[in-house]
């Protein structure tokens, strides 16, 4: 009877649930699935999120958040009680994921956000704490607030090889970077610096910061503090989740220190892609009772200080990188899914053709037999470690990171400086010389050592 019961209770389920989702309506089960893939950092649980999956209702913001924030505390509370410092830290991560997840889709006025931060951040520094991981917090100075960051340094051997600067975008928050990069950078050796800019997390919440197109203003800012106190790294890799695929690139366009640029994914014209959602709200207001529309209107009156979806769309009319583009001359990656909800897929197109000055170009594709189709390949996080961090080894070598390639193309093709036909006669001859010395040296040492063994006798007379 139990398995009879087992079985009907598991068709009930699939017949309201299609087949490979969380939930029916989209923004639940990206924001799901996006949360899962940080399992492979430790800081998600699977049977955890699909026992808390359970307890809500398709389309109920409530339940919702009733459900996630229930199972943060719940976590925190087994964190709390474990003597292990490794499963104690995994714990505190956990908690704080299931926590931020919880707070994603509050209205921005809900009362329950300003807790609900603070205890994400709170439970991720702990796990931090007893996980040992090194850090430094600090924060940057910018307009009439400060911005927060996040210094993870490397073990010995990190500053051969770039620092990973990351940062979000529409939605994020600096705690979300650590299971999205930071973790597997630091487990390969790299040093990372996680920053928030103006309309993201703290520098929103605390000081009212609203989006700037001109992303290289608050990365400046970031980094002028970082290098203050610290020796400028040999290389410096900017690292831009989502929205990030427009803040990265841009900054990079005009911030020298900059090295190369990660767009995950590529984001290379935002307006296109709020214009589908601003217009659908102005065309119908009922368009508003779905909560992924809702999400993404009401966020853009957070974050971008607008009041209205034509006010919306002028304000997001700046986050194009075709003007800028031909500025970037970094190295540049860009990750793609073929399935993603917000960013059309002809953008990679679109991109990689603007990228004129570019010292290299990398794109890698996800479709959906990789599991990587979705916006930022979430819930396949392992897919984008392995495209970034090989990319990174292709691109800085760390023993020829000083070295500067002859021409664009070149390094383009290899990756580090070619060797050409004259070189490799040069290195020839010297072979031969170098073997003739040897030759010399061995004989003389030969004759000394005989003559020092030598018995002279004398010749007596007859």
């Not at 989702?21 to 949360?35: A, G, I, S, V």
């Not at 203003?217 to 427009?246: N, Q």
Request: glycine content about 8%; hydrophobic content about 40%.
């Amino acid at each position: 009877m139990q398995l009879q019961g087992a079985t009907l209770e598991a068709s009930s389920v699939q017949a309201l649930r299609p087949r490979g989702r969380f939930f029916t309506n989209q923004t639940f089960h990206f924001e799901t699935l996006r949360n899962a893939g940080y399992a492979l950092s430790r800081c998600a649980d699977l049977g955890e999120m699909l026992e808390t999956t359970k307890q809500i209702t398709e389309d109920d913001l409530e339940s919702w958040y009733s459900a996630w924030a229930a199972t943060a505390d719940r976590v925190e509370a087994l964190a709390a009680g474990t003597q292990d410092a490794i499963s104690k830290g995994d714990a505190y991560m956990r908690a704080s994921t299931y926590q931020r997840l919880a707070e994603f889709l509050l209205p921005p006025d809900d009362p329950r956000r300003p807790e609900s931060f603070d205890k994400a951040v709170r439970r991720f520094f702990h796990g931090l704490d007893a996980l040992g991981v090194r850090y430094e917090y600090f924060s940057a100075p910018y307009e009439k607030g400060r911005l927060r960051a996040l210094y993870l340094p490397g073990p010995a051997g990190s500053e051969k090889r770039p620092l990973i600067v990351a940062v979000g975008g529409y939605d994020s928050i600096l705690e979300e970077k650590y299971p999205v990069i930071g973790r597997a950078a630091l487990e390969r050796g790299y040093s990372v610096l996680i920053y928030e800019g103006p309309g993201q997390g703290e520098p929103l919440r605390n000081y009212g910061l609203k989006f700037t197109a001109e992303w290289e203003k608050p990365t400046s800012a970031v980094l002028d503090e970082f290098l203050r106190t610290h020796d400028k790294p040999s290389k410096i890799v900017l690292f831009g989740m989502s929205m990030g695929g427009y803040l990265a690139p841009r900054a990079a366009a005009f911030e020298e220190r900059i090295d190369g640029v990660v767009a995950y994914d590529v984001c290379f014209d935002l307006h296109e892609s709020a214009v589908r959602i601003m217009s659908g709200v102005k065309q119908n207001p009922l368009a508003l009772k779905d909560p992924g529309v809702s999400w993404a209107y009401n966020n853009a009156l957070w974050t971008m200080g607008t009041t209205n979806p034509d006010d919306t769309l002028e304000a997001f009319s700046r986050y194009r990188l075709a003007p800028i583009a031909d500025r970037i001359r970094q190295h540049v990656l860009i990750l793609a899914g073929t399935e993603d909800h917000f960013i059309p897929f002809h953008q990679v197109a679109d991109f990689e053709k603007s990228l004129v000055n570019a010292r290299s170009v990398t794109t890698r594709i996800f479709d959906r037999a990789s599991g990587g189709a979705e916006h930022c390949q979430c819930g396949a996080t392992s897919l984008v470690h392995a495209a970034v961090f090989d990319w990174l080894l292709q691109r800085f070598p760390i023993d020829s990171q000083t070295q500067v390639a002859k021409s664009p193309v070149q390094a383009r093709n290899t990756g580090r400086k070619p060797e050409g036909r004259g070189t490799r006669q040069r290195n020839w001859n010297m072979w031969i010389v170098t073997c003739a010395l040897l030759g010399v040296m061995t004989t003389l040492l030969f004759i000394e050592h005989h003559l020092r063994g030598l018995t002279v006798h004398p010749v007596l007379p007859r």
